[in-house]
C-alpha cells in the first residue's frame, strides 16, 4: 500500500497544501494518508478532491481577527480558534464547507494524529471519526500546547499530534505502507532543536505534565523519524518533500506573501516527485 504523510508546521503546512493540490491536478491518489496538526487538515480536503480548499484557509481566512489573535486568548483561552476554522467555516452552511460526502466515497485510510492530555502518548483517530458537520478529530490534532486550549472529545482531552508522534513514519508502516510520500514543513536537512523554554514547560502545563515531558523530547522524535526516512528513501521506499527554506513562515505568520511562496514551492516539488511515484 501507497501512503502519504503530512507532518503539518502550523502555517508552514501551506507547504502541504501546495503539494496535495498538484497531486490532484495531477491525479495522484493514495491508499493510506496520515495527517498531524494542520496537515490532517489538508488531507481532509485532499481525500474530498476540494483544490484550493486549504489554500484559502491559509491565505484568506487565517488574516481574519476570528481565526486568530490576542482578542480569541482573552475571550477563550485560545489564540487560534479551532471552532471558527473546523466548525463555522467548514460545517455544512459555512463559508467553505468541506464535503462530508466526497470524503466519506475516498477508499483512502485516514488517520489524523492527535495527543491524548492525560498520558502525552499519540491517539489516531480515523475515517470513522469524521461524520457530517463534526471536524472534532482535525480541532483535536491542531491543539498547539500555549496556543490552544485542549480540545475535549469524549471523555478526553487533546492536544496537537505532533507533540506526541511529530512524524508518524512508524505508524504508516505498522499499518501496512510500503512505500510512503513524507511532507515536512521544515528543511529535510536540518535537524529540529531542542525547544526553548522546555525547562519551563511543567510549569507552564502543570496541569498536563505528561505534555510536558512529551514537549520536551518532540525535537529528538521529529530528528529520529527523519532519519528513518531517509534510511528508507534510501531503499527506495520513501521519498522526502521538503522546502528548500521556509520562505520566512512560521507557526503562526500571516504574511500573504511569504506564505504564497511557501505554497508554491510545494507546488513545483510535488511536480518533480510526479515521475517517480
Do not use: W
Amino acid at each position: 500500500m501507497k501512503g502519504v504523510i503530512d507532518a503539518g508546521g502550523g502555517m508552514r503546512a501551506i507547504y502541504g497544501a501546495g503539494v496535495f493540490d498538484r497531486f490532484l491536478d495531477e491525479g495522484i491518489g493514495f491508499g493510506y494518508c496520515i495527517g498531524v496538526s494542520a496537515g490532517s487538515a489538508n488531507i481532509a480536503s485532499f481525500l474530498a478532491g476540494q483544490r484550493g480548499r486549504n489554500y484559502r484557509f491559509f491565505m484568506e481566512y487565517s488574516g481574519r481577527k476570528q481565526y486568530m489573535g490576542l482578542s480569541n486568548f482573552v475571550r477563550t483561552g485560545s489564540y487560534i480558534d479551532l471552532d471558527y476554522i473546523y466548525a463555522t467555516l467548514t460545517n455544512t452552511g459555512g463559508e467553505d464547507p468541506i464535503d462530508f460526502e466526497a470524503f466519506r466515497r475516498s477508499a483512502s485510510v485516514f488517520v489524523a494524529v492527535a495527543t491524548d492530555a492525560a498520558t502525552g502518548r499519540a491517539r489516531y483517530f480515523t475515517n470513522g471519526d469524521m461524520v457530517s458537520n463534526d471536524c472534532g478529530v482535525l480541532k483535536t490534532s491542531c491543539a498547539i500546547p500555549f496556543v490552544c486550549r485542549p480540545v475535549e472529545r469524549g471523555e478526553r482531552r487533546y492536544f496537537d499530534g505532533g507533540v506526541a508522534d511529530p512524524v508518524p513514519v512508524g505508524k504508516a508502516l505498522a499499518d501496512g505502507c510500503g512505500s510512503v510520500v513524507a511532507i515536512l514543513s521544515r528543511p529535510a536537512g536540518e535537524e529540529k532543536q531542542a525547544e526553548r523554554g522546555a525547562a519551563f514547560y511543567r510549569l507552564l502545563l502543570k496541569k498536563y505534565p505528561a505534555v510536558a515531558g512529551a514537549l520536551r523530547e518532540r525535537h529528538l522524535k521529529y530528528n529520529e523519524s527523519v532519519r528513518q526516512l531517509k534510511a528508507l528513501e534510501k531503499q527506495g521506499k520513501a521519498h522526502i518533500l521538503s522546502p528548500d527554506d521556509c520562505c520566512g513562515v512560521g507557526t503562526l505568520t500571516r504574511d500573504r506573501q511569504a506564505l504564497g511562496r511557501l505554497y508554491e514551492k510545494g507546488y513545483a516539488d510535488a511536480g518533480r516527485l510526479i515521475p517517480l511515484i
